[in-house]
């Protein structure tokens, strides 16, 4: 049998078919060793997910697939790497140099469960062992406090000749609020530019360390703050939260289209309140219409991550600070979380590989 080549591996495992994992991931720079000796391969593949990703399971779709189209092969020595893709920006490294990622989560106007959203996104990804940041970047409104259960205030040091503050983390994740520094009851009476800057300092002033992904819970609108945010750092990409009715997809297109105009691709758009199922017959209502985010996601030629139905349970979790992914662990609300947060980092990882981050990926370990 001849030497099989790179380019003969990839096809092979390109028709792996796994729920869980997309491979428009896999390139040929996926491929870190290829060695055939006798009737054995050695095989090396990084992919640029979450080591959760990474499973016995994935790695015998892989082997399979390549002995169907190599069946002369007996043996396959196969080594599956995780490394996480990073977004290639100078000026976001200047200010976040450790954070591969950065995610905003926006609305068009409130009331539309984003910080709820944001917060069970975060804890998901950290779920799922990557490295995550939250910035509660809604000045004037800051629920991750109460979200997260934290009534700690966070603790500073000096670092030559600037004071850095240290996130609090709680659930996996780092996170940092104008909560965590004002009374819960005194209300933040801030114009935009002071506001503005306090999400700058929470980006150049808080410690962070290494991330994999730093996600902003943006206020609702496309005012201050989120201009100041696009034009301070370079973001990764955001995603829009929406409920199904009319009036929410609205300003949902509005926060879309804004962020198109700045440059900032739409990861993806997540319906909030799709629908609710009677928990005495099991019946599904669809209390503010149904399809409206994924119509709007095909209407502008974005991903439709998920829908979140609407149950008591959710809003319980939020007031007594647990996310859905712990406090309705093991059930379909947990499930549906973080099946969205997994297309969201798929779309991450996809929209890194075909904009540079590919070369980054495995220059280090190019022989």
């Known amino acids: 049998m001849t030497d099989i080549t790179r380019s003969e591996v990839l096809n092979a495992i390109k028709k792996v078919s796994d729920k869980n994992f997309n491979k428009d991931l896999l390139i040929l720079n996926s491929i870190k060793n290829c060695e055939f000796k006798g009737k054995e391969l050695h095989l090396t593949i990084v992919l640029p997910v979450n080591s959760a990703y990474v499973n016995d399971h994935l790695k015998e779709k892989f082997i399979q697939s390549i002995k169907e189209e190599f069946p002369g092969i007996e043996n396959i020595n196969l080594i599956i790497e995780s490394k996480m893709a990073a977004q290639p920006d100078q000026k976001k490294d200047s200010i976040l140099p450790n954070v591969k990622n950065t995610i905003a989560v926006a609305s068009g106007k409130g009331g539309v469960g984003k910080s709820t959203v944001a917060v ?20 004037y409104g800051p629920s ?27 659930y996996g994740i780092k996170m940092i609020s104008i909560g965590f520094l004002v009374d819960d009851n005194a209300p ?36 201050d703050i989120q201009l100041t945010l696009v034009q301070t750092i370079p973001l990764t990409g955001a995603v829009v939260v929406t409920t199904p009715q ?12 804004m962020f198109g105009r700045v440059n900032v691709p739409v990861l993806g758009i997540v319906e909030n309140m799709s629908y609710f199922i009677a928990p005495d017959t099991g019946k599904k209502y669809d209390i503010f219409g149904s399809g409206g985010g994924s119509k709007m996601a095909q209407e502008l030629n974005s991903h439709f991550l ?16 647990v996310p859905i992914v712990y406090d309705l662990e093991g059930t379909e609300y947990e499930k549906i979380i973080m099946g969205i947060t997994r297309n969201l980092a798929n ?6 590989i075909t904009s540079g981050s590919k070369i980054e990926i495995l220059l280090d370990d190019e022989e």
């Open 347 to 352: 779309q991450v990882h996809v929209r890194n």
């Open 306 to 321: 998920g829908g979140i139905p609407i149950d008591p349970r959710i809003r319980i979790g939020g007031d007594k600070g």
């Open 188 to 223: 933040v009476i801030w114009r935009g530019p002071m506001a503005s800057g306090a999400v700058k300092q929470f980006m150049s002033d808080v410690d962070w360390g290494e991330l994999d992904y730093l996600v902003f819970d943006m206020p609702p609108g496309t005012g």
């Open 120 to 139: 069970n996104i975060a804890v998901a990804l950290a779920k799922d062992g990557a490295k995550v940041g939250l910035i509660d970047a809604d000045v």
């Open 246 to 257: 009319e009036v929410s997809l609205v300003d949902a297109r509005k926060a879309f289209k």
């Open 144 to 170: 991750i406090p109460l979200m997260l259960g934290i009534k700690e205030k966070p603790k500073v040091y000096q670092h030559e000749q600037t004071i850095k503050m240290i996130p609090l983390e709680k």
